[in-house]
């Protein structure tokens, strides 16, 4: 069983910056992409951002576009979610996910991954 380890959640003021990491606990895991979704309170969970390691090609949802980074070491199984001017209704439990198809598809939808980590809290508030 793989498991999904996020770190790097936390408290920050808006405009401020955090940088989530996530490693599967497994090196022979393979997959063909990562991505991040984020569950605000009360809400759904919903996409963020995806990487597929061919190509490394990114997506994002519009709202985070040109303030979220996704990258990722396909070798060590690891992707990360830099994120820039924070704000507060980027508040939610952030949670990575991986793709082992290696069909793009519906690359938005939670349906499309097999593996979740457990989630990290970010807050953004003043």
């Known amino acids: 069983q793989v498991q999904l380890v996020e770190s790097g959640g936390g408290f920050v003021q808006p405009g401020g910056s955090l940088r989530l990491s996530c490693a599967a606990s497994r090196r022979t895991f393979s997959s063909y992409g990562m991505g991040w979704f984020r569950q605000p309170p009360g809400k759904e969970r919903e996409f963020v951002a995806a990487?597929?390691?061919?190509?490394?090609?990114?997506y994002y949802t519009d709202s985070v576009k040109g303030r979220f980074t996704i990258s990722g070491d396909n070798a060590k199984n690891t992707v990360y979610l830099q994120m820039d001017s924070l704000k507060p209704e980027d508040t939610a439990v952030y949670y990575c996910?991986?793709?082992?198809?290696?069909?793009?598809?519906?690359?938005?939808?939670?349906?499309?991954?097999?593996?979740w980590g457990q989630g990290t809290q970010v807050t953004v508030s003043s």
């Open positions: 996910a991986a793709d082992t198809s290696p069909y793009l598809g519906n690359y938005y939808h939670t349906a499309k991954y097999d593996y």
């Open positions: 990487i597929r390691w061919s190509g490394s090609r990114t």
